[in-house]
């Protein structure tokens, strides 16, 4: 049930929040609209303190503040903000609050439908000014308090009587709560210090440090497109609805309309502050993979300069593989300490080159004679977005170039306080800026029960491990001796399997590791296979051990034994798809051979950007026959193929027993790779470079190894995300055989063909119709795949049917060897059916003249390869 519970906590973007103090006296009371309505989630921030709270649900607020004089400032969307002075003393002070609702002033353009909509120079200030608001902050230090939640409305039929059995009904939310002491500091480093935590159900293996930092002004948030991207005006339409007065500013209210409904894009309002070109609040909605966000965030002047974001709402609505979820999360700041950028600190007007076209004209002239175009940051009154937005982008580049030489985009680090799940529920009382509601209380309640007897079943459970149990020959299980030493035994259900060659086979493989100093890790793995049908034997033994830290990112492995290989290594058909081609329509797609072998192996990425890779094998090679005829569906016009493969280039590839001494170089270059650095680990950004690679396979000819012959390989991949939900992705490789003296049909260059209705291959790598084997060759190749992902094109046009995540693909693969000809593949497919599936149309031609169509099912592309 944890895994329920912590997908609950896990839906939405978290952003801040806060703690209150235990104080002696402090303020309460009920916040409404003018007409009583109760305005739950009003953000109240105290000025003097630089923090705040929000009321609860029914708009009640509690502050506990020590003596003193302080102005209190009540907020919410659509609502007048309204400012209180107030003297505390000792004990509770009642204020009650009534807000009136803002009334906005529109612009006189509005009605003239002949001039361009104000909304969008004012959304062209804003982003051209988003990176500047970015960089504006040295750093800045807060206090924040989260609080989230989630209601089960529905769930799958077959698992409703398991829920209801472990107590789960929909009057019981999912609470999590924690206190978090968070640090920016420019250009890219974020700290948080989890102060304490608690999650309803599951209050062992929390990870309270997923306080996400986001930042308004990113062109992208959670991988939505923000309306103050770059691109933004590609994505969205925008509307202005008026402007109104807080506190001296004059902010303007602005309709956010994608101009095209789906995944990854806001809609709802954004409110901008006239002349700072910053966020005043935002009410924005979006949708992902099936989930619904719906956020609300007001900012507070810091200081008259800078608004910083103090309260955060989530609401969130997911229905999931039939869960229905409802969830809410709650993120509050305070606390803040600001320093601001001394190099930024300078005010300036921005000109909209569309609207002041003269002005703008004079500016960029006048810059073209500046020497240094980073000066005009702290001199010029008056900057076009143009040069705004060339200024702060050569500011930024400098910048990481002096601090970061390793291309680390992001730096967090993190840390938790050894009482972080400890405190009690007096501490959360005394903390809690916002009462639990009776959902939550009761959620508590329940759920902190079950996670005792989770705990004690885990207790069982670990003591159980020691101890083989009689079933765990079939079912596999895992076994822990003591913190460094593990035996894990897989499922023979996992091993069994059907080809024609070895009939019905059955399996057995283990694994043992052994966790060594330095994050070093030794590792063995035997593994056997009994074949019914030609009543044979074989198995293999792999050692590999993994250097941790005394070689950072390196292993070596030796592997050996006698086993059965397809003759592509690439291994181009799932051996359970090859069952069920084989048992059911009568095609024996997989081509195999036996093989005694010893094989060595070293992988060490070089440098950050560098991966390299030697292997080099001694095999003793024999070919193999069909052994069986069984079949479950018997399709009379339909006969089982040889174990030979058909090949055009060569009209026999059957072999005698030999023996062969083979090696293998590969190098992968990617020269622009990024990095994101979590507690001084650097993880790579996926896709964030394309990648070169360079593979080089050697026989090498002696006494005991017949096959002489040299081989080299350059490929180019690369996946460049293209807007909202959209994707094109490259995969290009080129080599030719230099010397052929002696190779067999094994040391071809092999090709990922497929003949099944089933695609389980990398898409941007294989192809849908290409036999097998037909085309394999002893001479060069150029074989290339280009696959695009549309978010909109033919029936996603419909808003209905994107709104499902159903994204459309248009796919080319190309295949060039001496017999091949020109072999080209077009396809088209619908994707994401359900979040899971794939279909797809091809069509394949030679040489420009039509040779076949077929339909392939596979798995979404979005969790294939992504």
Same mark, same amino acid.
């Given at each position: 049930?944890?895994?329920?519970?912590?997908?609950?906590?896990?839906?939405?973007?978290?952003?801040?929040?806060?703690?209150?103090?235990?104080?002696?006296?402090?303020?309460?009371?009920?916040?409404?609209?003018?007409?009583?309505?109760?305005?739950?989630?009003?953000?109240?921030? &105290?000025?003097?303190?630089?923090?705040?709270?929000?009321?609860?649900?029914?708009?009640?607020?509690?502050?506990?503040?020590?003596?003193?004089?302080?102005?209190?400032?009540?907020?919410?969307?659509?609502?007048?903000?309204?400012?209180?002075?107030?003297?505390?003393?000792?004990?509770?002070?009642?204020?009650?609050?009534?807000?009136?609702?803002?009334?906005?002033?529109?612009?006189?353009?509005?009605?003239?439908?002949?001039?361009? *909509?104000?909304?969008?120079?004012?959304?062209?200030?804003?982003?051209?000014?988003?990176?500047?608001?970015?960089?504006?902050?040295?750093?800045?230090?807060?206090?924040?308090?989260?609080?989230?939640?989630?209601?089960?409305?529905?769930?799958?039929?077959?698992?409703?009587?398991? &829920?209801?059995?472990?107590?789960?009904?929909?009057?019981?939310?999912?609470?999590?709560?924690?206190?978090?002491? @968070?640090?920016?500091?420019?250009?890219?480093?974020?700290?948080?210090?989890?102060?304490?935590?608690?999650?309803?159900?599951?209050?062992?293996?929390?990870?309270?440090?997923?306080?996400?930092?986001?930042?308004?002004?990113?062109?992208?948030?959670?991988?939505?497109?923000?309306?103050?991207?770059?691109?933004?005006?590609?994505?969205?339409?925008?509307?202005?609805?008026?402007?109104?007065?807080?506190?001296?500013?004059?902010?303007?209210?602005?309709? @956010?309309? $994608?101009?095209?409904?789906?995944?990854?894009?806001?809609?709802?309002?954004?409110?901008?502050?006239?002349?700072? +070109?910053?966020?005043?609040?935002?009410?924005?909605?979006?949708?992902?993979?099936?989930?619904?966000?719906?956020?609300?965030?007001?900012?507070?002047?810091?200081?008259?300069?800078?608004?910083?974001?103090?309260?955060?709402?989530?609401?969130?609505?997911?229905?999931?593989?039939?869960?229905?979820?409802?969830?809410?999360?709650?993120?509050?700041?305070? *606390?803040?300490?600001?320093?601001?950028?001394?190099?930024? *600190?300078?005010?300036?007007?921005?000109?909209?080159?569309?609207?002041?076209?003269?002005?703008?004209?004079?500016?960029?002239?006048?810059?073209?004679?500046?020497?240094?175009?980073?000066?005009?940051?702290?001199?010029?009154?008056?900057?076009?977005?143009?040069?705004? =937005?060339?200024?702060?982008?050569?500011?930024?580049?400098?910048?990481?170039?002096?601090?970061?030489?390793?291309?680390?985009?992001?730096?967090?680090?993190?840390?938790?306080?050894?009482?972080?799940? =400890?405190?009690?529920?007096?501490? +959360?009382?005394?903390?809690?800026?916002? $009462?639990?509601?009776?959902?939550?209380? =009761?959620?508590?309640?329940?759920?902190?029960?079950?996670?005792?007897?989770?705990?004690?079943?885990?207790?069982?459970?670990?003591?159980?491990?020691?101890?083989?149990?009689?079933?765990?020959?079939?079912?596999?299980?895992?076994?822990?001796?003591?913190?460094?030493?593990?035996?894990?035994?897989?499922?023979?259900?996992?091993?069994?399997?059907?080809?024609?060659?070895?009939?019905?086979?059955?399996?057995?493989?283990?694994?043992?590791?052994?966790?060594?100093?330095?994050?070093?890790?030794?590792?063995?793995?035997?593994?056997?296979?009994?074949?019914?049908?030609?009543?044979?034997?074989?198995?293999?033994?792999?050692? /590999?051990?993994?250097?941790?830290?005394?070689?950072?990112?390196?292993?070596?492995?030796? /592997?050996?034994?006698?086993?059965?290989?397809?003759?592509?290594?690439?291994?181009?058909?799932?051996?359970?798809?090859?069952?069920?081609?084989?048992?059911?329509?009568?095609?024996?797609?997989?081509?195999?051979?036996?093989?005694?072998? @010893? @094989?060595?192996?070293?992988?060490?990425?070089?440098?950050?950007?560098?991966?390299?890779?030697?292997?080099?094998?001694?095999?003793?090679?024999?070919?193999?026959?069909?052994?069986?005829?069984?079949?479950?569906?018997?399709?009379?016009?339909?006969?089982?193929?040889?174990?030979?493969?058909?090949?055009?280039?060569?009209?026999?590839?059957?072999?005698?027993?030999?023996?062969? +001494?083979?090696? /293998?170089?590969?190098?992968?270059?990617?020269? +622009?790779?990024?990095?994101?650095?979590?507690?001084?680990?650097?993880?790579?950004?996926?896709?964030?470079?394309?990648?070169?690679?360079?593979?080089?396979? =050697?026989?090498?000819?002696?006494?005991?190894?017949?096959?002489?012959?040299?081989?080299?390989?350059?490929?180019?991949?690369?996946?460049?995300?293209?807007?909202?939900?959209?994707?094109?992705?490259?995969?290009?490789?080129?080599?030719?055989?230099?010397?052929?003296?002696?190779?067999?049909?094994?040391?071809?260059?092999?090709?990922?063909?497929?003949?099944?209705?089933?695609?389980?291959?990398?898409?941007?790598?294989?192809?849908?119709?290409? $036999?097998?084997?037909?085309?394999?060759?002893?001479? /060069?190749?150029?074989?290339?795949?280009?696959?695009?992902?549309?978010?909109?094109?033919?029936?996603?046009?419909?808003?209905?049917?994107?709104?499902?995540?159903?994204?459309?693909?248009?796919?080319?693969?190309?295949?060039?060897?001496?017999?091949?000809?020109?072999?080209?593949?077009?396809?088209?497919?619908?994707?994401?059916?359900?979040?899971?599936?794939?279909?797809?149309?091809?069509?394949?031609?030679?040489?420009?003249?039509?040779?076949?169509?077929?339909?392939?099912?596979?798995?979404?592309?979005?969790?294939?390869?992504?």
């Amino acid at each position: 049930m944890k895994y329920l519970y912590l997908g609950l906590f896990l839906l939405p973007f978290i952003f801040s929040t806060q703690s209150v103090y235990s104080q002696s006296g402090g303020v309460e009371g009920n916040i409404t609209s003018q007409s009583g309505e109760e305005l739950g989630y009003a953000t109240i921030y &105290i000025r003097n303190l630089k923090t705040g709270t929000t009321s609860n649900d029914v708009g009640y607020y509690n502050i506990k503040l020590a003596a003193g004089k302080y102005d209190i400032v009540f907020q919410y969307l659509g609502y007048e903000t309204t400012v209180k002075y107030v003297e505390i003393g000792e004990g509770m002070q009642e204020l009650d609050i009534s807000l009136s609702a803002i009334s906005y002033q529109l612009s006189e353009f509005d009605v003239n439908s002949d001039r361009e *909509d104000p909304a969008y120079t004012i959304m062209r200030k804003a982003i051209a000014k988003s990176n500047y608001h970015r960089q504006q902050l040295d750093s800045y230090k807060a206090r924040v308090y989260i609080k989230g939640g989630g209601r089960l409305l529905d769930s799958p039929f077959f698992l409703r009587k398991r &829920i209801a059995k472990e107590g789960i009904d929909s009057n019981m939310a999912f609470t999590s709560e924690s206190v978090i002491d @968070v640090e920016f500091l420019r250009p890219n480093t974020y700290k948080q210090h989890v102060i304490s935590v608690r999650t309803s159900g599951d209050d062992s293996n929390t990870s309270p440090n997923n306080y996400i930092f986001g930042n308004y002004y990113e062109p992208k948030i959670n991988d939505a497109i923000s309306p103050l991207s770059p691109r933004a005006l590609i994505h969205y339409h925008f509307k202005y609805l008026g402007s109104f007065t807080d506190r001296g500013f004059t902010v303007n209210m602005i309709k @956010v309309i $994608p101009k095209s409904k789906g995944d990854n894009l806001f809609a709802g309002d954004l409110f901008i502050i006239d002349d700072q +070109w910053s966020i005043y609040s935002l009410d924005l909605q979006t949708e992902s993979y099936g989930i619904v966000f719906d956020i609300k965030v007001l900012f507070s002047p810091i200081d008259n300069k800078v608004w910083m974001p103090i309260s955060h709402q989530f609401d969130i609505e997911a229905s999931i593989y039939g869960f229905d979820i409802v969830g809410s999360y709650l993120a509050v700041v305070s *606390d803040y300490e600001i320093t601001i950028n001394p190099e930024l *600190d300078h005010s300036f007007e921005v000109i909209d080159e569309k609207i002041e076209i003269e002005k703008a004209a004079s500016l960029e002239l006048k810059e073209e004679k500046k020497s240094n175009p980073l000066s005009a940051l702290n001199t010029e009154e008056e900057l076009t977005r143009k040069q705004l =937005k060339k200024i702060i982008k050569e500011y930024e580049k400098q910048e990481m170039k002096e601090l970061n030489s390793e291309n680390i985009s992001l730096i967090t680090v993190e840390s938790i306080d050894s009482l972080a799940s =400890k405190k009690d529920s007096a501490y +959360w009382n005394n903390i809690r800026p916002i $009462p639990l509601n009776s959902y939550e209380v =009761k959620g508590y309640q329940k759920l902190d029960s079950l996670a005792v007897a989770e705990k004690e079943e885990a207790l069982s459970d670990s003591t159980k491990k020691s101890t083989f149990r009689w079933h765990d020959v079939f079912l596999g299980g895992s076994y822990s001796f003591g913190e460094n030493h593990n035996l894990r035994v897989y499922s023979m259900l996992e091993q069994v399997n059907f080809n024609t060659v070895d009939g019905l086979y059955l399996g057995y493989k283990m694994r043992y590791r052994i966790n060594t100093s330095e994050n070093s890790r030794l590792s063995f793995t035997p593994k056997i296979r009994y074949a019914f049908s030609r009543e044979a034997w074989t198995g293999t033994f792999k050692t /590999e051990f993994d250097f941790g830290q005394r070689l950072r990112d390196a292993f070596i492995y030796v /592997e050996a034994g006698r086993f059965t290989s397809q003759f592509n290594k690439e291994n181009p058909i799932n051996e359970i798809n090859n069952a069920f081609t084989t048992l059911m329509l009568n095609k024996n797609f997989m081509k195999i051979y036996e093989k005694n072998f @010893v @094989v060595v192996g070293f992988d060490k990425r070089l440098y950050d950007k560098i991966s390299f890779q030697i292997n080099t094998e001694f095999a003793e090679r024999s070919s193999l026959n069909n052994n069986s005829d069984f079949t479950i569906i018997n399709w009379k016009e339909r006969t089982y193929s040889s174990n030979s493969p058909t090949n055009s280039e060569l009209s026999d590839t059957d072999f005698p027993i030999h023996q062969s +001494w083979t090696a /293998e170089i590969g190098v992968q270059y990617r020269p +622009w790779l990024k990095f994101r650095s979590r507690n001084g680990k650097k993880r790579e950004i996926a896709n964030s470079s394309p990648e070169f690679s360079f593979k080089y396979e =050697k026989g090498i000819v002696t006494d005991f190894s017949i096959v002489d012959y040299d081989r080299i390989e350059l490929g180019f991949k690369h996946k460049l995300k293209v807007g909202a939900g959209a994707a094109l992705s490259i995969n290009v490789r080129a080599g030719s055989t230099l010397n052929d003296k002696n190779l067999t049909f094994i040391d071809y260059k092999h090709f990922m063909g497929n003949r099944s209705p089933f695609e389980t291959n990398n898409p941007v790598a294989s192809y849908r119709l290409l $036999p097998y084997y037909d085309y394999s060759t002893s001479s /060069e190749y150029l074989s290339g795949h280009l696959h695009y992902r549309f978010r909109k094109f033919l029936l996603t046009q419909f808003a209905l049917l994107r709104m499902t995540g159903l994204t459309e693909n248009v796919f080319i693969n190309y295949l060039g060897t001496q017999n091949s000809g020109n072999y080209t593949e077009l396809g088209y497919g619908l994707d994401n059916i359900f979040r899971i599936f794939r279909i797809e149309g091809v069509l394949s031609f030679q040489d420009g003249v039509f040779k076949e169509a077929g339909l392939r099912i596979g798995i979404s592309t979005v969790l294939d390869f992504d």
